[in-house]
């Protein structure tokens, strides 16, 4: 199958900085990538929709001022989380697709704001 | 909008003995179906998926799962558990746009007794 990078898989940061993390299609290009949240024991929820070129799409409730999406390339989506706060711990989960039925998850990262 | 049910939220089984998950969605029309495993901070891999066709689907690591329409189900199943089995499973539902975006359950988590 496609293979999706995650970028880094595990990333602690001081409270009221940012952080990057990428979502890289390696061996497709991805005209969608898709960002979710898993809470600790919880689901996945769906933060945002991301297509090459244009705005993301977030879902309801999720802050599209503090989870800066970008979608640059059909190989890169990043996801920057901005002035990060203790509640902003959780593990984000990339997926990638390529106009098919199926889309790619990367490896997933931890993030721990101290 | 689309939605899954898992009903269990732990499972604990003896390893050798017979499996089956449960998971139940809501969707106005044909769904994509798709079972993933994730163990301890890891991400994502896909065990099986349902498009169309036949109404079981032959998975990885010796899974099925059977899309029953009447009954809105789409069960995981394996015939003998191995102790590797343990971890979380989630049941996800897709929009017919692609399968892309996905709505996932809330998880079952598996133990395996030896």
């Known amino acids: 199958g496609a293979v999706v990078s995650q970028h880094p898989s595990r990333v602690i940061c001081k409270s009221g900085t940012s952080v990057k993390i990428e979502c890289r299609s390696l061996?497709?290009?991805?005209?969608?990538m898709f960002w979710y949240r898993q809470f600790p024991k919880k689901s996945l929820m769906l933060m945002a929709t991301?297509?090459?070129?244009?705005?993301?799409?977030?879902e309801q409730g999720v802050e599209k001022d503090k989870f800066l999406i970008n979608h640059a390339s059909l190989t890169l989506s990043t996801l920057t989380v901005t002035s990060a706060h203790p509640e902003d711990s959780s593990f984000y989960i990339c997926?990638?697709?390529?106009?098919?039925?199926?889309?790619?998850f990367g490896q997933g990262t931890r993030l721990t704001v101290v | 909008a689309q939605s899954v049910t898992q009903p269990d939220i732990h499972i604990t089984v003896s390893e050798g003995a017979s499996l089956e998950l449960r998971c139940n969605y809501s969707y106005g029309a044909t769904p994509y179906l798709f079972w993933y495993v994730q163990s301890p901070g890891q991400g994502l891999q896909l065990l099986l998926k349902?498009?169309?066709?036949?109404?079981l689907v032959q998975g990885i690591k010796g899974f099925e799962a059977e899309f029953k329409r009447s009954q809105s189900s789409f069960n995981l199943r394996k015939p003998s558990v191995h102790w590797s089995d343990a971890a979380e499973y989630f049941c996800?539902?897709?929009?017919?746009?692609?399968?892309?975006?996905?709505?996932f359950g809330t998880g079952t988590q598996l133990k395996v007794e030896l």
């Open positions: 997926s990638a697709a390529g106009g098919g039925t199926e889309a790619f």
């Open positions: 996800a539902v897709g929009n017919t746009g692609g399968g892309n975006k996905l709505t």
């Open positions: 349902y498009f169309s066709g036949d109404t």
């Open positions: 991301s297509n090459e070129g244009s705005k993301a799409t977030y």
């Open positions: 061996d497709f290009q991805a005209t969608t």
